[in-house]
């Protein structure tokens, strides 16, 4: 029988990967949209399943809204990926991410417990939550220190996930997802901001892109082959908890000199901090720049993430290297911004 699985943040980089891949196993996919507006859903235009997902409006600050639907749909899988993603943006709203990110989950566990108890249920949990990391490699294990108001809140979504598990017996499984990246992530993250600048740079639109913190590192994946773990996790015998990485740490340096590299400008640094400056070798001209407004009151330096346990119970294992992702995501770019140019003519 059709499987039906209700995703929550449909409009997001990760759930319309996740739609298109549960479409593609002959699931009946309904979207959770907290109605931003008709332009909001250019990611499932994007990947032509618009017309195939459900979408159901949905806002998880509600809670008889979310009874609602969860009574409508009745799903048998739930992904609930709506969330504040934004790390910066919740040191300006720490109370609204803290209400989106903790205490929606639990409306929704709740209403799950209530209405659809046997249902499986995947929370979008955060490498965010090791913060000021304890111990490296990152394992399920490792304690966790979160370094921002979105990682606190994670932290709330994340335990009440697993106390739901083990009080009332529900399939409740938690992804500990580090970064994943894709040309249809937001722009306001720091590796699609460089992607767009670099597409842009190349067009003559903008003359360079200003970042913060270009020395933290992070481990970044790809985000279709993230959502395919999500799933998996759902298929088990028994729920659990898994963490998702690559395995390997890189700096923001990194990422831009690749992302720059794909449109044919060599980077060289100079300076530090604050005072750092990207110049293209060719022209001498600054391609990035730093500016204090995109750091952070508190950093998470580094992540790296040891993903033994879903590589031996999942048989997951990501496939995508960091070189090739900057490579995708800047091709992507490219061709966005020719077709911006050209449709402006
Ligand atoms: P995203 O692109 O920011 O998508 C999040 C979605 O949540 C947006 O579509 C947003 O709707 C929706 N949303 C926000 N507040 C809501 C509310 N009150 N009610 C209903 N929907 C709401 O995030 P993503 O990158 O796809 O990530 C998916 C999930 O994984 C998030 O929970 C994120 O925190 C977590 N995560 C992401 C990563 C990563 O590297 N991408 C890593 C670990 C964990 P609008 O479109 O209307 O704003
Ligand atoms: N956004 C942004 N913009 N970040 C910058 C910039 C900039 O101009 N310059 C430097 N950075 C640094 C940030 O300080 C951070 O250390 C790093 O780049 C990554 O920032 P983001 O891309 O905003 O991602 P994030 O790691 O904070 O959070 C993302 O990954 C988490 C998983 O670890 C989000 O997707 C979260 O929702 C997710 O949980």
């Keep these: 029988m059709k499987k039906t699985a209700l995703i929550t943040g449909i409009r997001g980089q990760d759930g319309g990967y996740l739609a298109k891949m549960l479409l593609e196993k002959g699931y009946e996919v309904y979207g959770a949209d907290r109605r931003s507006g008709e332009t909001g859903f250019w990611r499932l235009k994007e990947l032509a399943i618009y017309e195939d997902v459900k979408i159901v409006y949905m806002d998880l600050l509600e809670l008889t809204n979310v009874m609602k639907i969860i009574e409508k749909v009745k799903p048998d899988e739930v992904y609930n990926l709506a969330a504040q993603s934004f790390v910066q943006a919740s040191f300006d709203q720490p109370l609204l991410t803290s209400d989106i990110n903790s205490l929606g989950v639990l409306r929704l566990l709740e209403s799950l417990r209530v209405i659809q108890p046997d249902a499986k249920f995947y929370q979008a949990s955060t490498s965010e939550m090791f913060g000021k990391v304890e111990h490296s490699p990152q394992t399920e294990a490792t ?19 697993v106390n739901y598990r083990e009080s009332y017996g529900m399939f409740c499984c938690s992804g500990l997802l580090f970064n994943h990246e894709s040309p249809l992530r937001g722009l306001e993250f720091v590796t699609r901001k460089i992607s767009y600048s670099v597409g842009r740079i190349l067009y003559g639109l903008q003359n360079k892109v200003v970042l913060g913190n270009v020395d933290a590192k992070r481990d970044w994946g790809y985000a279709p ?34 992302a720059f590299k794909t449109a044919g400008y060599q980077i060289e640094w100079k300076g530090d901090g604050v005072n750092t400056t990207g110049i293209d070798r060719k022209t001498g001209k600054v391609l990035i720049a730093v500016n204090k407004e995109f750091y952070r009151p508190a950093e998470v330096d580094a992540l790296i993430g040891r993903a033994e346990k879903s590589s031996k119970t999942l048989g997951w294992k990501p496939k995508i290297t960091f070189a090739e992702l900057a490579a995708l995501m800047v091709e992507a770019d490219i061709k966005r911004v020719e077709t911006e140019i050209s449709t402006r003519k």
């Design 225 to 258: 082959e993230y959502v395919e773990a999500m799933h998996l996790m759902l298929q088990q015998s028994n729920p659990d908890d898994y963490l998702i990485a690559t395995g390997e740490s890189h700096s923001i340096r990194e990422f831009a000199e690749l």
């Design 143 to 161: 304690p966790f220190h979160p370094r921002s108001p979105y990682g606190v809140s994670k932290l709330f979504g994340h335990w009440i996930t």
